[in-house]
Structure formats: structure tokens, C-alpha cells
């Protein structure tokens, strides 16, 4: 089993549209939490942080269930320019430096 | 935000010969950086973490002597593949943790590789 799985997609998604991706994790003592987000042959950035109490920036909601070791990712109203590879990404501890990345999450948003 | 540079951002190299990426911290000191090779369609790897002044640390199934990395200084890790082969043919990226207790990775553009 891998460490973090996630749905590879693609998801195809009309333009306004609300899309959630799913994020299950293994390792029970991960402490830390992110969502980044890849574009095709780029490097990946921060998306955003996911908080125990969960969090929301804009369009984009984050939530996470220690219980069923799974993290979520809600982008509502979708833009084209959301079209990309979402990673979810676990760190084991809280100094950054054990982060296990999962396959990713492709959302193709259409106009 | 903080910015890592990699350089080259793409390499083509004939099969056998060395091809060296250097990964710089632009306006912070990274004592910890991280190196990852993606392959189409797959996830990041971690391949090492290259700690500034001391010897990297490998991951399971990494080469070290195929996979030199050196950390000289607190703003620039090299990764050297050597004698590359075509199955090295790859998407590196490096990373680097802002701050001692820095959790976000900032990433580095990425180089890509093709072996021919």
C-alpha cells in the first residue's frame, strides 16, 4: 500500500463547478498536512496548509480526518486556470523534512 | 516568497557522460535541501536530503555514487548524475526548507533530463 493515494483522475470539471479531491495516508504519526498544486512540467507550489480544525482560503477549503487518515480538498465555483495536478503531501514529522508525496490529482477544468 | 532557482531547466546529454544541476537559494540560507526526480505521470521520489557541510543522506535504492550531491555553502546544492543512462532520463527537482522550522518547501523549477 502506498503511503498517500490519491484518485489520479482526471477529473473533468465544467467552469463553475464545485470538485473535491479525496487524500488517504498510512502512517498514523504523519503530523503534518498540505495540498500543492502542479502544473504540466513545472514545479509544485504550496496550495495550502491543512489545519486538524480545517481551513479555507477563497474558493479553496481544506479538511482533515485523523480518524480515517484521509484529507480533503474542495475547490468551488472552478476556473479554467484551476486546471492542474493537486498533491497531497505528509510529512512524518513537523521540521518539513520527511515529506512523502502523493501521485496526484489531475482537474481539467472546461469552458 | 522565497525562491529556489535550479539550473538547467532542460539537458540533453549523450549516454555515459556526467550532467551536473545546481539548485541556489536566492534570498535565504537553506542548511536542508531536498532532492526529487518525477517521472511522467508519477509522483515526486525523494531521492536525497543534502545537508550543507556534512555528507547527503540517500534514500532506499538511491545510488549515491551514481547520485553525487554536494552542499558547499547555505544557498547551493549540486546533484551530479554520472555516467548517465537513458532510464535516467527524468524531472529533478530540488527543494529547500525557509528557516529552521520552515515546514513549506519551496521548489526549485526543475531540470529536465533526456539521456540519449
Known amino acids: 500500500r502506498k503511503e498517500v493515494e490519491q484518485d489520479p483522475g482526471p477529473f473533468n470539471v465544467p467552469e463553475g463547478a464545485t470538485v473535491a479531491f479525496n487524500c488517504t495516508y498510512s502512517?498514523?504519526?504523519?503530523?503534518?498536512f498540505f495540498w500543492y498544486r502542479q502544473d504540466c512540467r513545472k514545479e509544485p507550489k504550496l496550495l495550502m496548509s491543512v489545519y486538524s480544525s480545517g481551513n479555507e482560503d477563497g474558493r479553496f477549503t481544506a479538511q482533515l480526518n485523523r480518524a480515517s487518515q484521509y484529507i480533503s480538498l474542495l475547490i468551488r465555483d472552478s476556473k479554467l486556470s484551476d486546471s492542474a495536478t493537486y498533491l497531497c503531501v505528509v510529512d512524518r514529522n513537523n521540521a518539513g523534512n520527511m515529506l512523502t508525496f502523493g501521485g496526484g490529482t489531475r482537474l481539467m477544468v472546461k469552458p | 516568497g522565497a525562491v529556489v532557482s535550479q539550473h538547467p531547466s532542460r539537458v540533453i546529454c549523450k549516454s555515459g557522460t556526467s550532467v551536473k544541476i545546481e539548485c541556489r537559494s536566492l534570498d535565504f540560507q537553506a542548511t536542508t535541501m531536498f532532492w526529487y526526480r518525477q517521472f511522467p505521470k508519477q509522483s515526486l521520489m525523494l531521492m536525497a536530503t543534502?545537508?550543507?557541510?556534512?555528507?547527503?543522506?540517500?534514500e532506499q535504492g538511491v545510488e549515491k555514487d551514481k547520485f553525487l550531491i554536494n552542499h558547499a555553502s547555505l544557498t547551493l546544492s549540486t546533484l551530479t548524475v554520472t555516467s548517465a543512462h537513458p532510464e535516467d532520463s527524468s524531472f529533478y527537482i530540488c527543494s529547500a526548507l525557509m528557516g529552521q522550522w520552515g515546514t513549506e518547501a519551496f521548489f526549485g523549477q526543475g531540470t529536465r533530463l533526456t539521456v540519449v
Open positions: 543534502s545537508n550543507e557541510g556534512s555528507k547527503a543522506t540517500y
Open positions: 502512517n498514523s504519526a504523519s503530523q503534518s
